[in-house]
């Protein structure tokens, strides 16, 4: 009798979204006793040790998490072996849709593949491999040279499309294009951003400053604005991100936001609707800035 194409092994980690983190840190390290073993400043990570497996705690940011709010974030769950293949073929098999994944997440055993998916009530559920040692150099190979004008523009909505060049497990890089009038609508940085004006113009509407090609812009984390492509022709920006980018309404509530796990499960669904096979995977190692 052959092997399950998917073993669950246990339990990795489970995410928590918190209200106030040095509480739960409070409670988590002095109640239960569990130990903080690493953080991560740019989106208020702080993982725990818990026996084998981790409990991480994020902020829940303007959610508040109540009974209607739900405050896990995701269940991570260990599968031994961790054949991405023969998951993926099973996955699909069950009607499955496979939302993303990842290189190298850090999880219980240190950096480890993963696949994302959800239940049917909608949760998010994290398959995780086994860890990756330093000395496994073969899973995280460098990138060739990527020619950029053979990258295919994915569309996020009505008049704005990007290119993928680089996922990490903390940002990515890419190239943005924007068509004549479309406006990016506030927003806000949790990590730093460098972006190169390819060609065409923008104009940041709180300032009125405007970058056209050549331009370099830097926007420091916390950093909060909206912008715009002006003139006749589309806005195509280079851009490095990391962290998150928080979209913003009215009373500066976050409403939504995007970020290299959000941005790979789009071009994952992109090279799916379109039969292609995924180029780009989620690497471990940290974006080079511009």
């Known amino acids: 009798m052959s092997a399950p194409a998917l073993a669950i092994a246990g339990i990795d980690h489970v995410v928590l979204r918190v209200d106030d983190v040095p509480r739960s840190l409070a409670f988590y390290e002095g109640v239960l006793g569990c130990k ?13 040790r818990a026996g084998a497996a981790l409990i991480d705690l994020v902020n829940a940011g303007a959610g508040v998490p109540t009974i209607k709010n739900r405050n896990v974030d995701h269940i991570a769950l260990a599968v031994r072996p961790f054949d991405e293949g023969a998951l993926r073929a099973h996955l699909a098999a069950h009607d499955i849709a496979v939302e993303g994944g990842a290189a190298g997440n850090y999880g219980a055993e240190g950096d480890s593949p993963a696949l994302y998916i959800r239940d049917p009530d909608g949760n998010m559920i994290e398959l995780m491999g086994p860890g990756i040692t330093k000395g496994d150099t073969a899973m995280t190979p460098n990138e060739p040279p990527l020619h950029t004008p053979d990258v ?18 903390d940002g990515y890089a890419l190239q943005l294009r924007l068509e004549p009038g479309t406006v990016i609508a506030r927003h806000r940085h949790t990590g730093d951003v460098h972006a190169l004006n390819v060609s065409g ?29 002006l003139g006749d022709e589309p806005c195509v920006i280079h851009i490095t991100v990391t962290g998150r980018v928080e979209y913003l ?6 409403t939504t936001y995007t970020d290299s796990h959000t941005a790979h499960a789009l071009y994952l669904k992109w090279c799916e609707t379109n039969g292609q096979v995924p180029r780009l995977a989620m690497n471990a190692a940290r974006n080079t800035d511009l």
């Open 201 to 229: 113009w923008r104009e940041l509407t709180d300032t009125g400053e405007r970058a056209g090609p050549g331009t370099y812009v830097y926007e420091p984390p916390g950093n909060n604005d909206t912008w715009r492509c």
């Open 152 to 169: 295919a523009w994915i569309r996020i909505r009505e008049g704005l499309s990007f290119r993928p060049l680089h996922f990490a497990q």
């Open 36 to 48: 903080l073993e690493r953080h991560q400043d740019d989106i208020g990570l702080r993982q725990l």
């Open 249 to 254: 309404d009215d009373a500066g509530n976050v």
